[in-house]
Nanobody
C-alpha cells in the first residue's frame, strides 16, 4: 500500500485547510485510516482515525470539534478538514493505514510521506 499525502500549506490562525491522502491499493476499504502529526522537536502524535466504512471516527482531545476526518472508498482517499487552526497545529501531517482504530502509531502498517501545515499567528 502506497499513501500520498497532499494539501499542506501556509494558513493564518483561525483559517481552514484540507489535507488529502490518496492510496494506491484496491483494498483501501479494508483499512482503517489515521492521521498523525509531528511538530519540530516533538514525537509523532495521533490526530484522528476513521473506520473502514467511515461510520466510526476518533479524535485527539486537542483537535476534537475543529478537525473532521472523512474518506471516499471509491476514490481511495482519506481527508482531514482542519478548521479554526491554531499555531500549535503547525506540523508535518502523516496519513497511515492500519487494521483497527488505534491511537498508537506503532499499530499502523503503512505510512505516507507527510505534508507540511504551517499556521501563522
Amino acid at each position: 500500500v502506497q499513501l500520498q499525502a497532499s494539501g499542506g500549506g501556509l494558513v493564518q490562525a483561525g483559517g481552514s485547510l484540507r489535507v488529502s491522502c490518496a492510496a494506491s491499493t484496491r483494498s483501501f476499504s479494508y483499512y482503517v485510516m489515521g492521521w498523525f502529526r509531528q511538530a519540530p522537536g516533538k514525537e509523532r502524535e495521533f490526530v484522528a482515525a476513521i473506520s473502514q466504512s467511515g461510520g466510526t471516527t476518533d479524535y485527539s482531545a486537542s483537535v476534537k470539534g475543529r478537525f473532521t476526518i472523512s474518506r471516499d472508498n471509491v476514490k481511495n482517499t482519506v481527508y482531514l478538514q482542519m478548521n479554526s487552526l491554531k499555531s500549535e497545529d503547525t506540523a508535518v501531517y502523516f496519513c497511515a493505514a492500519g487494521t483497527a482504530l488505534f491511537v498508537d502509531r506503532n499499530r499502523y502498517n503503512y505510512w505516507g510521506q507527510g505534508t507540511l501545515v504551517t499556521v501563522s499567528s
